[in-house]
């Protein structure tokens, strides 16, 4: 294992590039289990939780490989129909094989991915998706096991206690594609991620109406075919370069971006008296001297990502006065605070609302990542610290950052890594 060192307190300087969506990539490569033919799709980042759905789709019978950042998808005989406990308990992302292979096999037993540190993270949603869609599903020995002779098109409504769920959406709407009939899916997610997995659906012959809003229409087709795609930019990746530049008081570049999908950030960035432009394919901040402290509430896209919610904490940390994050995705999402506080931040947690009093600064500290995104959060405030923070378990943030560390010190932040 290693360990990321962090020397803070240095401006940054320079320009970074946005890689493929981790969140957009993982559905769109369960997608494929869809068709017989060749899908190629490029601009796939290169992360552990990416080569994970790839060893998870060889498994189930694909080969599947990635050159650069083209994964090409190929049938080599037939497709089983068993997602192993191994596979899916690593990363969560997988378990949207469910949806693909219950159209393409009839049958399908995928392991039951578990809690994790994010909160408990239930699948009701899915499940009940594809239930009104004819499934027999049961629960045997931790899996879903789960059989339809025919999927038939009906209208169900998705939305939980917190809102539409990502991965719920996906599943139900890729079973959807093959199934008899028109399928209405009622508060759909309309995150970017599953827009791109929308189209990569229609590139492949898929019939959906209402793209990118809360009602999506898919009539069923008999089979899809294969399909070249690009994968959109990581919004969260962008999120987070542009907090650590607000955070390091920084002049960064940031490239390759869809200003369009960060409109809750930089709403937010401009109420704290930062304004992010975006020209020519192109963001950059101009920072005021005295941050306004905000209140900052989490939802489902357009919302507030609840993904950005650790990263903005860390920024928070340095605000003067009180602000207020509330979590209403992920109630429980608060576990960097520890670490925060072990590097000097004030932060008191209320249920769902962590309350922030800004500080004059942070001091670097050995911090440990529990997770992707508070991970990013401790990084920035690595950054933003004086003197040296060591990040233990970094392989969190190999998850979903592309070449972090190279990125960083093209930046000019003084990063390395050691072994534990
Ligand atoms: C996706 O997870 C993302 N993962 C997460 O990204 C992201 O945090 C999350 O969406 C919210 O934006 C991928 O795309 C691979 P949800 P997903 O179902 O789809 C509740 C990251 O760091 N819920 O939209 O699993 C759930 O508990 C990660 O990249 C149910 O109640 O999230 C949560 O409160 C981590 N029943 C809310 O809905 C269900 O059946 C939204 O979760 C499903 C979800």
């Not at 089979?223 to 919004?235: E, M, Q, S």
């Not at 192109?282 to 001297?289: G, P, S, Y």
């Not at 509330?326 to 605070?337: A, G, K, L, N």
Request: charged share 20%.
């Amino acid at each position: 294992m290693e360990k990321l060192i962090i020397e803070g307190n240095r401006p940054l300087k320079g320009e970074v590039e946005i890689s493929g969506s981790k969140n957009a990539a993982l559905p769109i490569m369960a997608a494929t289990l869809l068709t017989d033919e060749p899908c190629i799709i490029r601009r796939v980042p290169k992360l552990r939780d990416t080569m994970t759905m790839l060893k998870l789709l060889r498994s189930l019978g694909k080969r599947a490989e990635l050159s650069g950042h083209e994964v090409i998808v190929e049938s080599k005989g037939s497709l089983r129909h068993v997602a192993e406990y191994q596979l899916v308990s690593t990363m969560r992302g997988s378990f949207c094989v469910l949806g693909p292979l219950l159209a393409k096999l009839h049958k399908a037993r995928v392991s039951l991915p578990g809690g994790c540190v994010i909160g408990v993270r239930p699948v009701d949603l899915h499940l009940k998706g594809l239930h009104a869609l004819g499934t027999k599903i049961e629960i045997e020995n931790g899996y879903v096991v789960a059989t339809a002779k025919n999927l038939r098109g009906t209208s169900v409504y998705l939305g939980g206690v917190f809102g539409s769920s990502v991965l719920a959406t996906a599943n139900v709407l890729m079973a959807a594609t093959l199934a008899k009939g028109q399928t209405t899916i009622e508060s759909a997610a309309c995150e970017p991620e599953i827009e791109n997995l929308c189209y990569f659906l229609q590139a492949m012959g898929a019939q959906i109406d209402g793209v990118g809003s809360h009602r999506l229409v898919v009539s069923g087709v008999k089979r899809l075919h294969g399909a070249r795609f690009d994968i959109i930019p990581d919004r969260i990746e962008a999120g987070t370069y542009i907090l650590l530049a607000a955070a390091t008081r920084s002049d960064i570049r940031i490239k390759g971006a869809h200003y369009a999908h960060l409109w809750a950030l930089v709403d937010k960035l401009d109420q704290m008296g930062i304004r992010v432009i975006n020209q020519n394919n192109v963001i950059r901040l101009e920072h005021q001297w005295r941050l306004k402290p905000v209140g900052v509430t989490t939802h489902p896209y357009p919302g507030f990502p609840t993904d950005l919610q650790a990263q903005f904490m860390s920024l928070m940390t340095i605000t003067p006065g009180v602000s207020i994050i509330t979590e209403r995705v992920y109630p429980d999402r608060f576990i960097h605070i520890a670490e925060l506080h072990r590097m000097g931040a004030d932060i008191r947690r209320e249920g769902s609302n962590a309350i922030i009093q800004g500080v004059k600064v942070l001091h670097g500290a050995p911090v440990m990542a529990s997770d992707l995104r508070a991970s990013a959060g401790l990084v920035i405030a690595g950054l933003m610290a004086k003197g040296r923070t060591e990040i233990h378990r970094m392989y969190h943030l190999e998850r979903g950052y592309e070449n972090l560390d190279d990125k960083l010190m093209g930046l000019g932040a003084k990063v390395y890594r050691e072994k534990e």
